[in-house]
């Protein structure tokens, strides 16, 4: 089996790679969630500072009245072979050994200033100190403000909630070891610390009890009951502490000489004698190693459990965003093809129904199309004042002898150019259609998104190819409505019934003779004309209803889903090495995010080696 110290160093490890990347966070359980933890909660003035300061055996919190604990600190003791050098380390000054205590103390100050400003205000931004030490255990402690019941000068109206969210924040974890520091000169049932922590441990397995100021007691009272767990229980043992007296601390009294008298006090004390050897700092600081040494070791299998799911999500996460490009031209080309197969497959996704879009450019020749026909000013072409005009101008100076065949063609050549407005307006409405496809297809290309300009150059390649498909759309259905003004269908015409304008040969009752009655400028015969032709302009209106979106889908969509990319992939693969480089400039953004995720994916998988070679021993 490991040792104890090499087990807890580990976690020490571990929690403070979290800390540097920032892993100890966000959806779900974080593995800095996961580790075990001792939270130091009490009241202000409990005796929080002091406790720490014993545990550790250096003076170098900072003091004062009031919220002095403005910022979680985040203490990570590991102990080092004996004769080597005590020193300080803060996360934020990476390459800066503090062995002066007093510049330790400073800098937190400093350091807590830097956030919350020169003011009485808090911050849950924790501040990481690591302490290496021969004279301690290996153990992380989280120092968390005081507990405080009124918002003094200088400090919000919420400072009370605000201050008890952030502790519950910490202690609600359950793999979080409660440090309820309460003070022996105050009924235990007004405990601050006791309180919170019962709210959140209810069971109080989690929970360890610290009594302070033992020797602050009025005269004739002592704390045995509480000590002996008969006035508190808990499934752990309570601990008796004997801070300096501020006396004590005025004078710089060394805590090694410190330790010393808090030892004869007990062995001394008549109340407190049969329990020397369970209180004070130094058994604390072994205790609570002790049991943090235990629960890391049950805590192992969800641990490693934790890892193996993480290092999945994260492999999974760096392969939706892309690993690092190669640096050989063949494998930048490569991934550029790839990029765009990619882009064309969701591109063909919502052409096709499989995502939203497609379904608008059915609703371009089954509602636009229809409703733009129907609006073409026909009534107003074949009024009867109009045909007049138009048969009259045909007739020139000779007025037609049987029917006004030239006016009949050009009153159908008019109307058909109508329908020219409709069909470029189709061919225009599908083509913004497609421009848009190609924009939010970009848009959902996970791959795309590492590559800002690639995606700048695939959509402008996409958008010229629209155009291309556009114009030949657009010259295809003219061609159309041009071919239907070409080539006039006359079995229309003969077929058309004007019985009322004709007389039966008798000798020939198939066949019709001109009506001489007939007056050919009256308004029922002009109506009549008008009527023919809105019949065959009718005629032409369904066949063009269909051919015209069969032509639009030909030129335009077809189009896209076969060839939207040639011509970008005959330009790319005409482009040196460092234009294709050019094309895979990732944004900045993404870039510091794959940074990162590499990172966290290095620390899980170093953590899962660790604990598999210091676990299992």
């Known amino acids: 089996m490991a040792t104890m110290t090499s087990l807890i160093g580990l976690i020490n490890k571990i929690q403070r790679a979290c800390t540097v990347l920032g892993d100890h966070g966000g959806e779900g359980m974080s593995l800095w969630e996961a580790l075990p933890t001792v939270a130091v909660v009490g009241g202000q003035s409990s005796g929080k500072s002091s406790v720490l300061e014993s545990v550790v055996g250096r003076d170098f919190l900072p003091r004062g009245s009031g919220i002095v604990t403005r910022r979680p600190l985040v203490l990570q003791l590991h102990k080092t072979e004996d004769g080597k050098q005590e020193y300080a380390e803060f996360l934020h000054q990476p ?19 830097r956030i919350t400003g020169k003011t009485k205000a808090i911050s849950n931004v924790p501040i990481q ?22 918002a003094v000068e200088g400090q919000s109206e919420s400072i009370v909630q605000d201050i008890e969210s952030m502790v519950r924040s910490y202690i609600e974890k359950p793999n979080c070891i409660i440090l309820a520091i309460s003070p022996a000169n105050q009924d235990i049932a007004t405990s601050d610390a006791i309180k919170i922590a019962r709210e959140v441990d209810p069971s109080g397995e989690r929970t360890f009890g610290v009594l302070t100021k033992l020797d602050l007691m009025d005269k004739g009272t002592n704390a045995v009951e509480v000590l002996e767990g008969r006035q508190y229980r808990l499934q752990h043992p309570w601990v008796g502490i004997v801070n300096r007296s501020q006396a004590d601390i005025n004078k710089n009294v060394d805590m090694i000489v410190a330790r010393k008298k808090e030892r004869e006090y007990f062995e001394s004390s008549p109340e407190y004698g049969h329990l020397a050897h369970k209180m004070g700092a130094e058994y604390l600081a072994r205790l609570l190693s002790q049991h943090l040494e235990l629960v890391i070791r049950q805590k192992i299998p969800s641990i490693i459990a934790l890892i193996k799911k993480a290092i999945d999500e994260l492999n999974a996460e760096l392969d ?12 930048k080309l490569y991934t550029i093809l790839q990029m765009c197969r990619a882009f064309d497959k969701v591109f063909k996704e919502h052409l096709d129904g499989g995502r939203p879009g ?7 020749f089954d ?6 026909l129907k609006k073409l000013p026909f009534n107003r072409h074949l009024s009867v004042k109009n045909v007049e005009r138009v048969v009259t101008e045909a007739d020139g100076y000779q007025p037609h002898l049987i029917a006004p065949e030239q006016g009949y063609r050009r009153l159908i050549e008019g109307s058909i150019g109508y329908f020219k407005g409709p069909a470029e307006a189709s061919v225009d409405a599908v083509h913004l259609i497609l421009k848009e496809l190609v924009r939010k297809s970009i848009a959902e290309t996970e791959e795309l998104k590492r590559f800002p300009t690639l995606q700048a150059d695939i959509a402008a390649a996409a ?10 759309s657009r010259r295809t259905v003219i061609r159309m409505v041009d071919m239907e003004s070409g080539y006039l269908t006359v079995e229309f015409f003969r077929k058309m019934h004007l019985e009322p304008e004709k007389n039966s040969d008798p000798k020939n009752p198939n066949r019709s003779t001109p009506n001489p009655s007939v007056d050919t400028h009256s308004d029922s015969h002009l109506s009549k004309i008008g009527s023919n032709v809105n019949g065959y302009i009718n005629m032409v209106c369904d066949s063009l209803k269909h051919s015209i979106p069969k032509a639009v889908v030909h030129c335009q969509v077809r189009e896209a889903k076969r060839s939207l990319l040639n011509q970008f992939y005959v330009q790319v693969g005409k482009r040196e090495k460092d234009q294709l480089g050019a094309l895979l400039d990732e944004d900045p953004a993404l870039m510091e995010k794959r940074s990162q995720l590499a990172k966290r994916l290095e620390l899980y998988k170093q953590a899962m080696d ?8």
């Not at 958008?463 to 030949?472: I, K, S």
């Not at 660790?610 to 021993?617: E, F, G, P, Q, T």
């Open 95 to 113: 390459r800066k050994r503090f062995s002066d205590f007093a510049a330790v103390r400073q800098e937190i100050s400093d350091e807590t200033d």
């Open 129 to 150: 100190l690591s302490i290496y030490s021969p004279h301690v255990v290996n153990l992380t402690l989280i120092d968390l403000p005081g507990l405080t019941k009124v």
């Open 320 to 331: 939706r965003i892309g690993r690092p490009i190669a640096v050989d031209s063949g494998a």
């Open 358 to 364: 497609g379904d608008r450019i059915y609703g371009v």
């Open 367 to 372: 509602h636009q199309l229809p409703a733009a």
């Open 463 to 472: 958008n010229d190819a629209l155009e291309r498909f556009r114009e030949e």
């Open 610 to 617: 660790d604990i598999d070679s210091v676990a299992w021993k």
